[in-house]
């Protein structure tokens, strides 16, 4: 789908948040040559520019007629950046115009950079094992909030020489509850003109919320998708997931499958690994007849340590042994990598704790 997939009014005045067909309408409400436009875009997408003072390749007189229609470039303020004892993951704890204080994390993997992204401040799903489901939910990001995080890390990755191509929607919150922002943060961020990325390259988790994972599918949207699963009967997922009461698993399945046939995606299936709750061969066998038939790939994810649950993650043998088990029923697996766990920036660790006042 293309960028006008969202026409709707634009959210705010924070221009990150708005796709580039707006923008060109804009300038042409406003009696600004739309020609214009490209350099706007690019001043925000491609160089960064954090107002529009600052951009250089467009005229002074332009720049002083868009500012003067009430618009503004919103970006985030770096509270805090820390660095893993491995080099190998950075987490950057990023203020907001209102004081609240979201994760951005940059991982690198095998020499290539992913950036995990944040969808709300705080979540609402409250999965037991998760920091940001253990805190709440406090509010909905815009997706000028959502491109800002995005903007940020491929900045520092472009002062190394390098290009932001992997973008994992797995921060915190749940992207499928704040679909309209999300969305939107999409069609922007796959602007040709604009940070380019490739939509395969963006990997939307969700908890499995069912009439978002259909949207999806009806849009014809070809974001990577992947659904938390951690359980495969219905008391066992609950047990973890309280989500799952609203949206049984038959109901995502079938979901799930539509979604497949009218996309042609594969989808991931993320299920982290709990010491003696889930990490049996008995758990993987189940896993391996719920996806039987499914063009599935499985992330097993060891647990990662949070203060608000007292799981064990599952031993690296287990989860060789899940994985076996899953091989035999034709499902491909992978053990994520862990990443940053010293620093909490692991999958599930991010809290948001330095929010302030
Ligand atoms: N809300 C979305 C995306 C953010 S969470 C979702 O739930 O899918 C990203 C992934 O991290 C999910 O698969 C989630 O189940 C997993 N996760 C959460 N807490 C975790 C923890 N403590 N250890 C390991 N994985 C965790
Ligand atoms: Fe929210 Fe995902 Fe954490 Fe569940 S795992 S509480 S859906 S962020």
């Not at 467009?58 to 660095?83: D, K, N, Q, S």
């Not at 190394?160 to 704040?178: A, D, F």
Request: overall charge positive.
């Amino acid at each position: 789908m293309s960028s006008t997939a969202h026409p709707g009014p634009s959210p705010s005045a924070d221009l990150l948040g708005w796709t580039r067909a707006e923008l060109e309408r804009h300038l042409f409400a406003h009696g600004i040559k739309p020609v214009h436009a490209d350099a706007v875009w690019a001043g925000l997408h491609r160089e960064r520019r954090t107002c529009i003072e600052s951009m250089a390749a467009v005229p002074p007189r332009v720049r002083r007629e868009l500012a003067a229609t009430g618009v503004f470039v919103g970006g985030c303020e770096v509270a805090r950046e820390i660095a893993s004892s491995d080099g190998h993951t950075r987490k950057y704890l990023l203020r907001l115009r209102d004081d609240e204080v979201i994760e951005t994390v940059l991982m690198r993997f095998d020499g290539r950079m992913t950036a995990c992204i944040s969808t709300q401040v705080g979540c609402a799903m409250g999965c037991v094992f998760c920091a940001t489901g253990q805190g709440g939910f406090r509010r909905n990001l815009s997706a000028g909030e959502i491109v800002a995080q995005v903007l940020h890390v491929a900045g520092v990755l472009a002062a190394e020489g390098h290009r932001l191509r992997n973008i994992v929607l797995m921060g915190q919150g749940e992207p499928l509850h704040n679909y309209d922002a999300v969305l939107r943060a999409v069609d922007i961020l796959i602007d040709q003109k604009g940070v380019s990325l490739a939509a395969s390259r963006i990997t939307l988790s969700t908890v499995g919320l069912v009439p978002g994972i259909r949207r999806l599918a009806d849009e014809g949207r070809t974001v990577s998708l992947a659904v938390s699963l951690h359980g495969a009967t219905d008391a066992e997922r609950l047990a973890l997931v309280p989500i799952a009461k609203r949206w049984p698993l038959a109901e995502l399945m079938d979901a799930c499958r539509d979604y497949t046939a009218r996309t042609g995606g594969r989808i991931f299936f993320e299920w982290t690994l709990i010491e003696d709750k889930n990490d049996s061969p008995a758990h993987a066998a189940a896993l391996g007849r719920l996806l039987a038939g499914q063009k599935a790939q499985v992330n097993l994810i060891p647990l990662n340590p949070t203060e608000g649950y007292d799981g064990t993650p599952a031993r690296h043998a287990h989860a060789k042994a899940f994985q076996a088990v899953l091989r035999e029923a034709g499902i491909p697996s992978t053990v994520r990598q862990r990443r940053g766990i010293d620093i909490a920036a692991g999958c599930g660790q991010l809290a948001g704790t330095e929010r302030r006042g």
